[in-house]
């Protein structure tokens, strides 16, 4: 028997640095200087400062001008009005976009990819376009206008119409929030919940809903967000009348074009409000998206 020399053992390979440690090293660098304050500039010419101005013109009088259009009929007709065609907006996307996103996902059928290309097609052209296309389909000389006029519905320069100019720019808005989130869980669970014996409507509301709650929730905000703030398209189909057909974006601007210091305090005290829910909105998306992440 020969005595053999018993080989050093190799040393242990030493574990990586975190990626949070080696994206701190590189943040130390100069270029990561330059760019963050090129990040930071870009925002605060394009974000920061017209956001400040608007608050700045909003106030310089005083609270009591900004109160007493915040009370006016025009302010408030124009205020009921948008949350009206937004909520309506809201919720039809919200039905479409769960429905469709289980169809997209779970089945397969020709012209699935066509229907998916079709669904993102509102928000690729602009939102004027969308207006003149309802306009030529539903307007008094457009494809169904005459024989809706006939029925006695107005679509064009009313709610109707600016519902569906509303739901056509955000359309896709909750359907990209739902896709992703049904194919990352797969269909396991819901086979197993087939297995013993649950229908359709009990696998949805127990399994379907509560894996795709946050991704609801997100669609939802940012659907609302795009409704409260749609101009173009609404501003095609509505007519702009003040008390009757007259969202804040379109009191904002219609206030602004006139002259007069009054019309441009109503203006910019509207536009504050806008910019108000905004901010309540990115809060609602920031409190979101963690618990969506982690869900």
Known sequence: MTDTLARPAAPAPQPAPPARVRRARRRTGPVAWVLRVVALLYVLGLVALPVASVVQHTFADGLAPVLEVLTSEDFLAAARLTAQVAGIAVVLNTVFGVGMGI???????????LLSAVIDLPVSISPVVVGVALILVYGTTGWFGPALQDAGVRVIFSVPGMVMATVLVSLPLVLREIVPTLEEAGIEQEQAAQSLGANAWQRFWRVTLPTIRWAVAYGVVLSLARSLGEFGAVRVVSGSVAGESQTLTLFV???????????????????????AVAVVLIVVIAALRPREETS
């Open 253 to 275: 601007n219609d206030s602004y074009q006139e002259f007069g210091p009054d019309a441009q305090r109503a203006a910019f005290a509207a536009a504050f409000v806008l910019m």
């Open 103 to 113: 169809l997209l996902v779970r089945y397969r059928f020709p012209g699935r990819r």
